[in-house]
């Protein structure tokens, strides 16, 4: 080494042997730690992995190779799960409840035109937005996935299930008519129809929480006006037959009254007709003479004493003749 600290080159060596040994003793370490980090990447890619299993999921998962290729029968559920890239894969499906709406609008659901044509019992088209929701029972995950082999939902939702209801729509609608669709009959015109979904996709553990209509079914102008002009006509019907039947029973009651106040009339001069008899029956010469004798006493009984100021001559042709004071 100099004064100056320069690296003096050993003896019978030179400046370039020097420098390919600094080189590589550089260059071996950073070499060993790539290939520690190229064989940590390819372990835990293909040959062991971890993941999550969120809460509102379920997972499962499937065996690429060995005997027991396919699906396994028992989901996974919330929590880590170490698995090998190399022998199996693991999806997640959620279990919450999905809620799809396919309308002509394009500012609700998708950005394009999904709304459900079907044909009633007369062959009439009615156009409909419909809103359904549904859920994935996670035990029955497993069944799903060999039913439809689909990852994605939205796959599911939008194509497989998205058939499934507008064929069961038709399927019921050919027993309806346009009229009972779009009446009084609508709600169970379409309780009928979340039926056929439901058992449509109860093999595969999906439940129909609910499904339903999103404003009126649309028909044609005019026959949308006739089963409204028909309705009208039927509660203008019902509003007389109401009036006349609450007429009828004014009038009745009005009758009734009559008929009561007669009934009472009769039934009061009845009474007083045999109250006289009676009266005149038990009218005796006796009972005449007690009642004259009553009558004097009780004049008797008024009298204050003093004797009478006038007197009614018998042929006086009822004259008041004044007497003699005493």
């Known amino acids: 080494m100099s004064i100056f600290g320069e690296v003096q080159p050993p003896s019978g060596r030179n400046s370039e042997d020097v420098a390919s040994s600094v080189i590589r003793r550089i260059i071996r370490p950073a070499a060993i730690l ?3 980090l190229v064989a940590a990447v390819i372990f835990f890619n293909y040959i062991a ?3 999550r299993i969120g809460a509102g999921y379920v997972g499962i998962e499937i065996f690429l190779s060995g005997s027991q290729r396919g699906p396994s029968e028992i989901p996974i559920k919330t929590g880590w799960v170490f698995y090998s890239p190399l022998r199996s894969q693991i999806i997640e499906f959620p279990t919450y409840i999905q809620t799809v709406k396919w309308t002509r609008d394009l500012n609700e659901g998708r950005p394009m035109n999904e709304e459900m044509s079907y044909n009633s019992k007369e062959g009439m088209e009615i156009y409909s937005d419909v809103s359904l929701s549904y859920a994935i029972l996670p035990n029955r995950v ?5 039913k439809y082999r689909v990852s994605d939902l939205d796959v599911f939702t939008h194509g497989i299930l998205r058939d499934i209801v507008r064929n069961s729509l038709n399927e019921v609608a050919s027993t309806y008519s346009v009229e009972q669709i779009y009446g009084e009959q609508k709600t169970e015109f379409l309780n009928k129809v979340e039926a056929l979904i439901q058992s449509k996709m109860d093999p595969v553990g999906v439940v129909i929480q609910q499904f ?7 028909v044609p102008a005019v026959i949308a006006s006739a089963i409204t002009n028909k309705a009208q ?3 203008a019907a019902e509003q007389a037959r109401n009036e006349l039947a609450k007429t009828q029973a004014e009038a009745a009651k009005t009758v009734a009254e009559a008929e009561g106040e007669a009934k009472a009339a009769v039934t009061r001069a009845q009474g007083e ?6 009266r005149q029956a038990s009218l ?3 009972l005449l003479e007690l009642r004259k004798i009553e009558n004097q006493k009780a ?4 009298w204050n004493g003093q004797m009478p100021t006038v007197q009614s001559g018998a042929g006086s042709g009822g004259l008041l003749l004044e007497l003699p004071k005493q």
């Not at 497993?142 to 060999?146: C, E, G, L, R, T």
């Not at 007709?273 to 009676?278: L, P």
């Open 34 to 36: 790539a290939a520690l």
């Open 49 to 51: 992995a971890v993941t």
């Open 142 to 146: 497993p069944d799903f996935y060999v």
């Open 212 to 218: 339903g209509f999103i404003g009126a079914p649309r």
């Open 233 to 235: 006509a039927i509660q």
């Open 273 to 278: 007709a045999e109250a006289n008899r009676i």
């Open 284 to 286: 005796t010469p006796q």
């Open 299 to 302: 004049m008797i009984d008024r």
